[in-house]
C-alpha cells in the first residue's frame, strides 16, 4: 500500500512563491514516477509536471520556468516550488505517483494526495 500525504500550500500574493510537499510512504517501486496536478473551480484536473526516480522531468507549458519539481529519493519526498506566481495557479495541487513514465493525464496514475489549497491573490 503507498500513501501520499501533502503538506504547504495558502495564500501569496501575485509574483510571489510557495513549496509544496508530498511524503510518500509504502512500496516505492510504485512511485517511480510522481507528479503533480491541479484543479480550478469547474475545471478538469490538468497535469503541473512529472519527475523520474532518476530525475527526468517534465512540465506543462503554464508553469515552465516558473514552477520546478524535485524529489528526494532517500526521505520518499516530493517538492514542487512555485515561483512568481499567478492568480491563473489558484487552484487545489495534488500530488500523484505511478510505477513508470511520466503522463499527463490523471488516468494512469495509481496513487494520489489528499490535495491542498493554493490561492494566488493580492
Known amino acids: 500500500q503507498v500513501q501520499l500525504v501533502q503538506s504547504g500550500g495558502g495564500l501569496v500574493q501575485p509574483g510571489g512563491s510557495l513549496r509544496l510537499s508530498c511524503a510518500v510512504s509504502?512500496?516505492?517501486?510504485?512511485?517511480?514516477?510522481m507528479a503533480w496536478f491541479r484543479q480550478a473551480p469547474g475545471q478538469e484536473r490538468r497535469f503541473v509536471a512529472g519527475?523520474?526516480?532518476?530525475?527526468?522531468?517534465s512540465y506543462s507549458a503554464d508553469v515552465k520556468g516558473r514552477f520546478t519539481i524535485s524529489r528526494d529519493n532517500a526521505k520518499n519526498t516530493l517538492y514542487l516550488q512555485m515561483d512568481n506566481m499567478k492568480p491563473e495557479d489558484t487552484a487545489v495541487y495534488y500530488c500523484?505517483?505511478?510505477?513508470?513514465?511520466?503522463?499527463?493525464?490523471?488516468?494512469?496514475?495509481?496513487?494520489w494526495g489528499q490535495g491542498t489549497q493554493v490561492i494566488v491573490s493580492s
Open positions: 509504502g512500496r516505492t517501486s510504485s512511485t517511480n514516477i
Open positions: 500523484a505517483a505511478r510505477a513508470s513514465t511520466i503522463a499527463p493525464v490523471t488516468t494512469v496514475y495509481d496513487y
Open positions: 519527475i523520474s526516480r532518476a530525475f527526468a522531468n
